[in-house]
């Protein structure tokens, strides 16, 4: 059986018109990981229908212009710990990076790093 983990931090202070901005960091990459893990602990997503469990949250989150799953990655970095040889070797150890102030649906939260 595979473990899967992932990192949810506090959400205290980054909360707006009763949503919540969050930074979950995936321990293992799993399809739905991030999904799964918020709508289990009865935090699904804002805008996703499929986890949502409550059909008329998810209405609401229409009604709040969110037609599809908040959900956007803004920052990635490799690491290749495996000793195996790869055509991705160049990026073992890059971080690529979005300011998350250009996300559109985060813009209005503020933000702990300015």
């Given at each position: ?90 990026l073992n150890g ?21």
């Amino acid at each position: 059986m595979v473990s899967i983990r992932s990192d949810l931090p506090n959400l205290q202070g980054r909360e707006k018109n009763n949503i919540s901005l969050a930074e979950a960091e995936l321990i293992t990459g799993r399809t739905h990981q991030i999904r799964a893990h918020f709508a289990h602990i009865n935090h699904p997503l804002v805008g996703d229908g499929k986890y949502c469990l409550n059909p008329e949250t998810y209405k609401s989150d229409k009604k709040l212009g969110f037609h599809s799953q908040a959900l956007y990655s803004y920052k990635i970095t490799f690491k290749f710990n495996d000793g195996s040889q790869s055509v991705l070797d160049y990026l073992n150890g890059k971080t690529f990076e979005i300011g998350i102030e250009n996300i559109d649906f985060a813009r209005e939260f503020d933000h702990p790093d300015g």
